[in-house]
């Protein structure tokens, strides 16, 4: 079954077969510069973007009402105000933070049609993403596999505030000069820091230094709790 927003595709419109699902490669964005005196350009580096996933289906609906109904339903169930997870068979225990961009244009005489489509487009976050969030305490070893950087953030409860704290993987160092009560959040792929809905950036060392996620062995010292979740491509 297809899952978005943890609501099945098969449950809200039951007329309906899925004929396709096909998940592109993620697209690559190719930054050049161009050479001051000679023709051509040099290449600076390469990053991923995004990936679409084109669901194609039929509605096997005889009855236009019912027809008109489960079309409605499928908007309904495809529309968000914000990318959602997103999840399809062959993918166990994996999603991708998505949002619809092409709903279904279908044919009012032709109700037998099976080339009615919905693209969902991944923005921020173009990798399949381990639903199960994993932890370790900071200063303890953990172990990050995937095949694509991890999700991963620092989190703590001050019941007071704190002065000097920092964070290290042993190469890159966060401070921070103060970090008041509340609950804390470090985005270490967004690279904020908050405690609440408040930004304790202005806190943060000038000579600091966001520790990268990454796959592999890693150490975090200070106080708090170490949480990520697993990406492939």
């Not at 600091?208 to 949480?227: A, D, K």
Request: charged share 20%.
């Amino acid at each position: 079954m297809i899952f978005f927003n943890n609501a099945a595709l098969e449950f809200v419109a039951p007329q309906i077969k899925v004929v396709d699902v096909r998940v592109s490669p993620i697209s690559m964005a190719v930054t050049a510069r161009q050479r001051a005196t000679l023709p051509g350009s040099e290449f600076v580096r390469i990053v991923g973007r995004s990936r679409t996933v084109e669901i194609s289906f039929a509605l096997i609906e005889r009855d236009w009402q019912a027809r008109q109904d489960a079309l409605l339903a499928i908007t309904r169930w495809a529309r968000s105000d914000g990318p959602g997870k997103l999840q399809l068979p062959g993918h166990d225990g994996r999603y991708l933070e998505a949002i619809c961009t092409a709903l279904p244009e279908p044919s009012l005489r032709q109700w037998w049609e099976s080339k009615l489509r919905i693209v969902f487009t991944t923005m921020q976050n173009p990798f399949w993403t381990d639903e199960v969030e994993k932890s370790a305490a900071c200063g303890s070893a953990f172990y990050v596999t995937g095949s694509a950087p991890p999700l991963m953030r620092i989190t703590r409860t001050l019941s007071a505030q704190a002065t000097n704290q920092s964070y290290s993987d042993g190469t890159n160092t966060m401070t921070f000069s103060a970090i008041p009560a509340g609950n804390m959040v470090i985005d270490l792929n967004r690279q904020t820091a908050a405690v609440g809905t408040t930004s304790i950036m202005s806190a943060y060392g000038f000579t600091s230094s966001f520790i990268p996620p990454s796959t592999g062995g890693m150490t975090i010292t200070g106080t708090g709790t170490v949480r990520w979740r697993e990406r492939w491509e």
